[in-house]
């Protein structure tokens, strides 16, 4: 059975950090890219960021140059530092691991259950 199982939300003041991780279980996800999404109330699962099996790594414009994403292939995981945090990056934050790099939620094959990101003003 596959899982990706987030951990590290939790409420933090605009302005300071937290770092998400994701832990792969039931598959080797070698060749897969890696990525996160967010889902904030009211609104459509929103694209973060992604990683590929080369290391290539993909932003949204509205994170970039303020959360950097990572993977340990030998660990089976990926992780999402996030700095500078604003409260619009408020969310449930989702791990999700497919074929290839995309933007495209449709595109990814696995999904985590989520963590919750809250952030005070």
């Known amino acids: 059975q596959v899982q990706l199982v987030e951990s590290g939300g939790g409420l933090v003041q605009a302005g300071g950090s937290l770092r998400l991780s994701c832990a792969a279980s039931g598959r080797t996800f070698s060749r897969y890219a890696k990525g996160w999404f967010r889902q904030a109330p009211g609104k459509e699962r929103e694209f973060v960021a992604t990683?590929?099996?080369?290391?290539?790594?993909y932003y949204s414009d509205s994170v970039k140059g303020r959360f950097t994403i990572s993977r340990d292939k030998a660990k089976n995981t990926v992780s999402l530092q996030m700095n500078s945090l604003k409260p619009e990056d408020t969310a449930v934050y989702y791990c999700?691991?497919?074929?290839?790099?995309?933007?495209?939620?449709?595109?990814?094959?696995?999904w985590g259950q989520g963590t919750q990101v809250t952030v005070s003003s």
């Open positions: 999700t691991a497919g074929l290839h790099n995309s933007a495209s939620p449709s595109l990814y094959d696995y």
């Open positions: 990683i590929n099996w080369s290391g290539t790594t």
